[in-house]
């Protein structure tokens, strides 16, 4: 199956820092690539989706400000919590689709962010 | 808005005993319908899809699943679980027009004890 990518896999930052995690796919083309949030024992939660070429749609009640998403190639989207509290560690998980109309959609490994 | 509801959130089981976790949905169009399993440290990965057909859905390592269209279910079974089952469960909707978003239910935590 096709591959999808994230790095890093876990980071620790302060507060009030930026950080940056970057969603890759290997081996596939991705003009549309989806950016989740999973807490602990809990359900993903939807948070954007990032367009290849165009601005990002984020879902209601995220805060397109805080968490900047780039999409500049067809295989790399980027994430950046910016300046990040304790309330955002959480992990991060990247999915892409195949194209065509009944695609699956590819996971990423997760980042795991911990915010001190 | 969509919605997904996963009846059991922790289910223990024990080696070769049958499998069946619920699965419920909410919308009103043309849905794809999915299973995914997350083993200890890993990422998702897909256990099966229904897109369009036969309601019964064969998937990988022996699962099935039954789309129900009347009763807005899509429930998963396996007849006999092994110890290497052990993992969460996540069902996913996407609707026919949704740009390919994945609405997850809440997850099922599936403990098999051999």
């Known amino acids: 199956g096709a591959v999808v990518s994230q790095h890093p896999s876990w980071v620790i930052c302060k507060s009030g820092t930026s950080v940056k995690i970057e969603c890759r796919s290997l081996?596939?083309?991705?003009?549309?690539m989806f950016w989740y949030r999973q807490f602990p024992k809990q359900s993903l939660m939807l948070m954007a989706t990032?367009?290849?070429?165009?601005?990002?749609?984020?879902e209601q009640g995220v805060e397109k400000d805080k968490f900047l998403i780039n999409h500049a190639s067809l295989t790399l989207s980027t994430l950046t919590v910016t300046s990040a509290h304790p309330e955002d560690s959480s992990f991060y998980i990247c999915?892409?689709?195949?194209?065509?109309?009944?695609?699956?959609?590819?996971f990423g490994p997760g980042t795991r962010l911990t915010v001190l | 808005a969509q919605s997904v509801s996963q009846h059991n959130h922790h289910v223990i089981l024990s080696e070769a005993a049958s499998l069946e976790l619920g699965c419920n949905y909410s919308?009103?169009?043309?849905?794809?319908l999915f299973w995914y399993v997350q083993y200890p440290g890993q990422h998702l990965q897909l256990l099966l899809k229904?897109?369009?057909?036969?309601?019964l859905v064969k998937g990988i390592k022996g699962f099935e699943a039954e789309f129900i269209k009347s009763k807005f279910s899509f429930n998963l079974r396996k007849p006999s679980v092994q110890w290497s089952d052990t993992a969460e469960y996540f069902c996913?909707?996407?609707?026919?027009?949704?740009?390919?978003?994945?609405?997850f239910g809440q997850g099922t935590e599936l403990s098999v004890k051999p």
């Open positions: 996913a909707v996407k609707g026919y027009n949704q740009g390919g978003k994945l609405i």
């Open positions: 999915s892409a689709p195949l194209a065509g109309g009944q695609s699956e959609q590819f």
């Open positions: 081996d596939f083309q991705a003009t549309t």
């Open positions: 229904y897109f369009s057909g036969d309601p």
């Open positions: 919308y009103g169009g043309t849905v794809n």
């Open positions: 990032s367009n290849e070429g165009s601005k990002a749609t984020y």
